[in-house]
T-cell receptor, first 113, second 113 residues
Framework: RKEVEQDPGPFNVPEGATVAFNCTYSNSASQSFFWYRQDCRKEPKLLMSVYSSGNEDGRFTAQLNRASQYISLLIRDSKLSDSATYLCVVRTSRYNQGGKLIFGQGTELSVKP | DVKVTQSSRYLVKRTGEKVFLECVQDMDHENMFWYRQDPGLGLRLIYFSYDVKMKEKGDIPEGYSVSREKKERFSLILESASTNQTSMYLC????????????FGPGTRLTVL
């Protein structure tokens, strides 16, 4: 079983749609959680951290459910520029310095006009 | 802004050659990482370093070595390149606390013929 699992998609949605991505992780001792965004042929970049209380950044809302080991990302009012691959990322406590990030395979989103 | 640079965007080498991939960060970060990214497999950690001259194996260190002689520079070495090392190689750095995110370089697409 993969440590971080995501639906690879692709998700094809029209502009203005609301889309939700889900992610599960297997290590209950995981410390921190993130969503990264990766554009085609570019490097991953941090989109937002995910906190237990949930957090929102404009059209993006991230939720964490530690009991179910489940992370979600909701994008409202999708824009063409949201088209990218979204990576669910979990930090474990396995290493004593800086931790280790475990990346999901990513969910591809394509927003169409 | 954090800047992570990698020596080449594209590289073509022959089987058996020794290959050096260089990564430099300009933010005095403690931790540096080397990943490879392959379709269907996501990002996988090869090696990381949390201090000068320190290195730790990641999940797939076989066939690779690293060097960190200066804090800002982390080199990945393929001692004898093989075709299964054809991949996108991504370097990242982070300041060093458990909650810190990683900042990625633009990547090097290596093809081994």
């Amino acid at each position: 079983r993969k440590e971080v699992e995501q639906d690879p998609g692709p998700f094809n949605v029209p502009e203005g749609a609301t889309v939700a991505f889900n992610c599960t992780y297997s290590n209950s001792a995981s410390q921190s959680f993130f969503w990264y965004r990766q554009d085609c042929r570019k490097e991953p970049k941090l989109l937002m951290s995910v906190y237990s209380s949930g957090n929102e950044d404009g059209r993006f809302t991230a939720q964490l459910n530690r009991a179910s080991q489940y992370i979600s990302l909701l994008i409202r009012d999708s824009k063409l520029s949201d088209s990218a691959t979204y990576l669910c990322v979990v930090r474990t406590s396995r290493y004593n310095q800086g931790g280790k990030l475990i990346f999901g395979q990513g969910t591809e989103l394509s927003v169409k006009p | 802004d954090v800047k992570v640079t990698q020596s080449s965007r594209y590289l073509v080498k022959r089987t058996g050659e020794k290959v050096f991939l260089e990564c430099v960060q300009d933010m005095d970060h403690e931790n540096m990482f080397w990943y490879r990214q392959d379709p269907g497999l996501g990002l996988r950690l090869i090696y990381f370093s949390y201090d000068v001259k320190m290195k730790e194996k990641g999940d797939i260190p076989e066939g690779y070595s690293v060097s960190r002689e200066k804090k800002e520079r982390f080199s990945l070495i393929l001692e004898s390149a093989s075709t299964n090392q054809t991949s996108m190689y991504l370097c990242a750095s982070s300041p060093g606390t458990m909650r810190d995110t990683q900042y990625f370089g633009p990547g090097t697409r290596l093809t081994v013929l």
